[in-house]
């Protein structure tokens, strides 16, 4: 074989190689959605869906935590999400499947960023931990700021949930 004829073989296997990864990076890109009935507000985070097939599923706001039940904010925050999407339809976009089994996803409610909204409302923290949002980072800055939600709270009362959880799981250190 002559070089010209190695140079196009190489090339062509080089389309074909680039080709291949841009289709498994798209079939992975998409993203599974869900649509629904929320039926059930279990806490400012965790909703139950029920589906157009009857089916139930418990969805985790993705990227956001909010107060525990026996948490300062943490009936408000439970309130403030049933406020916004309780007994409405919603789209929820599936980013994985935690080690609860509960699937963990981005609610949408006509277009709106329902957890980004939370956040936004001071109803949320970021969860630094799983956030891979960017923008999720401002609005909380922006909230804590102006004191929404959860951040008019006296500072000795504010504590992420993640620290709460923790400090119930070792006991107060």
């Known amino acids: 074989m002559n070089s010209p004829s190695i140079l196009k073989v190489m090339l062509c296997w080089t389309h074909c190689f680039l080709l291949g990864i841009l289709l498994i990076l798209t079939t992975y890109a998409q993203a599974t959605t869900h649509t629904g009935q929320v039926v059930a507000i279990t806490d400012g985070d965790t909703i139950k869906l029920l589906t157009p097939a009857k089916q139930q599923i418990k969805v985790r706001l993705a990227d956001i935590d909010t107060p525990e039940r026996g948490q300062p904010y943490g009936k408000k925050a ?37 957890n980004a909204e939370m956040v936004e409302d001071g109803a949320a923290w970021v969860y630094r931990k799983y956030n891979r949002d960017p923008q999720l980072l401002e609005l909380e800055r922006q909230a804590r700021e102006q004191g929404r939600g959860l951040w008019a709270l006296q500072p000795d009362q504010r504590m ?14």
């Open 78 to 114: 439970r309130q403030v999400l049933g406020d916004k999407i309780h007994r409405r339809q919603v789209e929820v976009e599936e980013v994985t499947i935690d080690r609860y089994k509960r699937l963990v996803g981005r609610v949408f409610l006509e277009g709106r960023n329902i």
């Open 160 to 173: 992420p949930p993640w620290e709460w959880r923790a400090r119930l799981k070792f006991g107060n250190q």
